[in-house]
């Protein structure tokens, strides 16, 4: 597949707080998309869910539909049970050629929920990683068996979200139960992203790059906020305007010999900061660092 770079509509319109970009239509985000030359776009909520329908806006914009956000309970479901109820949005995936199913265990997750303060993310115990660890691996042979990599979303406000949580993850699911290598998530978690894609090469299925303000992150976390409240208060931003470098981690998925998909996802108030403005910013970031990684080609000094 080489590297082709993608964005998540979540900079003009987040489904967690739809008050942020609620007036954005899909259109405006796949042609802006198209205009700042991005590869593909991810899943958005506003998105239709009728694969033809679909498959013609993307086609009209030029844009390849990347894949899309699952949120499982295999705390509270079985692995067949969350089979059954994911096999519409599988189906979407497959339909319009999306090569990556992206999951996170939501059950009991807090970071759709303002009232909850980050300190209260969830935790498992000794006892529920080898259930947890047992589902995660079946539900990912299933998804490896329709044609889609299967990648683990760890997030901050849920189960998967320190390094301890990685380290428990890995050690309880099969090997072919790869995770997206989210950049923002991982060092607000304070994990090492470029460290964990050389430790764990066979694991990384789908990459998401956003950059972090880490002094923000700490006041929120100081203030007792919740992750919503984070994102409002600008914890995150796209690559080359936070705290991030983002030449070691293109050095890494270069080592390893990454092929996929990288996506840009910056979760901001559209209306401070201009999703068009940053996502241009993200990808001129990311193309240049990897080009200087070896992970792509030297562009032409009219294309970097």
Known sequence: MSIRFGVSPIAWTNDDMPELGGDTTVETILGDAEGIGFDGVE???????????????????????????????????????????????????????????????????????????????????????????????????????????????FHLGTVVERQEDLDRFIAHTAPNVGFVVDTGHAALGGVDAADLIRRHPGRVAHVHTKDVRRAVSERVRALGKSFLDGVLAGMFTAPGDGDLDFGAVMRALAEIGYSGWIVIEAEQDPKLADPRVYSRLGLKTLKRAAMAAGLIPVAAPSES
Not at 80 to 99: C, N, P, R, T, V
Not at 103 to 111: G, L
């Open 43 to 153: 899943l958005g909520g506003k998105f239709p869910r009728d694969p033809a329908v679909l498959k013609a806006m993307l086609a009209a914009h030029h844009l390849d539909l990347i894949g899309g956000w699952w949120s499982t309970n295999l705390l509270i479901h079985s692995a067949k049970d969350e089979i059954a109820a994911l096999q519409f949005h599988l189906a979407l995936l497959k339909a319009m050629g999306s090569s990556v199913f992206i999951a996170a265990e939501c059950s009991n997750a807090i970071h759709g929920d303002r009232a909850r303060p980050l300190a209260e993310t969830p935790r498992l115990t000794d006892a529920d990683w080898p259930r947890f660890g047992e589902q995660l691996s079946a539900l990912a042979a299933y998804i490896e068996g329709q044609g889609l990599k299967f990648a683990y979303h």
